[in-house]
């Protein structure tokens, strides 16, 4: 398998009244987050990224009218977790991560993929914000009400 490139999307999902998906990592079980994932080439524009791995990881389709992720323009570099570092070329130690939310209806279908996650749940947004286990993604989570107001 490749190396992962270390520039990756976050994508905060939510409600119109700000209830927050989260999802359980499979490969570690008790680590909640929202939808993130790495470019799978160096010129994979973050638009596309941030789509690919929104319909991957839960099965919803950002079809840019009914369903529209926003770009925030926010990059956050941060340390990549030792346990995960292996996934990655030698030396790389840290990634850059783009952030984007989505709204959708609460009764959207939610299709996890099996071999990533395990569960998922609505959350309100400062209780998703708790359960997560990367302090950028509660960060971008705690932002949403400033963000969409």
């Given at each position: 398998m490749?190396?992962?490139?270390?520039?990756?999307?976050?994508?905060?999902?939510?409600?119109?009244?700000?209830?927050?998906?989260?999802?359980?990592?499979?490969?570690?079980?008790?680590?909640?987050?929202?939808?993130t994932?790495?470019?799978?080439?160096?010129?994979?524009?973050?638009?596309?990224?941030?789509?690919?791995?929104?319909?991957?990881?839960?099965?919803?389709?950002?079809?840019?009218?009914?369903?529209?992720?926003?770009?925030?323009?926010?990059?956050?570099?941060?340390?990549?977790?030792?346990?995960?570092?292996?996934?990655?070329?030698?030396?790389?130690?840290?990634?850059?991560?783009?952030?984007?939310?989505?709204?959708?209806?609460?009764?959207?279908?939610?299709?996890?993929?099996?071999?990533?996650?395990?569960?998922?749940?609505?959350?309100?947004?400062?209780?998703?914000?708790?359960?997560?286990?990367?302090?950028?993604n509660?960060?971008?989570?705690?932002?949403?009400?400033?963000?969409?107001?």
């Open positions: 490749p190396a992962k490139i270390p520039e990756s999307v976050l994508v905060v999902i939510h409600t119109p009244a700000l209830e927050v998906l989260l999802i359980e990592r499979a490969d570690k079980p008790g680590f909640w987050q929202s939808v994932g790495s470019l799978d080439t160096l010129d994979e524009p973050l638009l596309d990224t941030a789509a690919r791995e929104l319909f991957e990881e839960t099965g919803i389709v950002a079809d840019g009218v009914r369903i529209a992720l926003r770009d925030w323009q926010l990059s956050n570099i941060y340390e990549i977790y030792p346990v995960w570092r292996h996934r990655y070329a030698p030396g790389v130690t840290h990634n850059t991560e783009h952030v984007f939310s989505v709204c959708v209806p609460r009764d959207t279908p939610i299709v996890l993929s099996a071999r990533e996650h395990l569960r998922h749940v609505w959350l309100p947004h400062v209780e998703a914000a708790d359960r997560c286990f990367s302090s950028s509660a960060e971008a989570i705690l932002q949403l009400p400033r963000r969409l107001g």
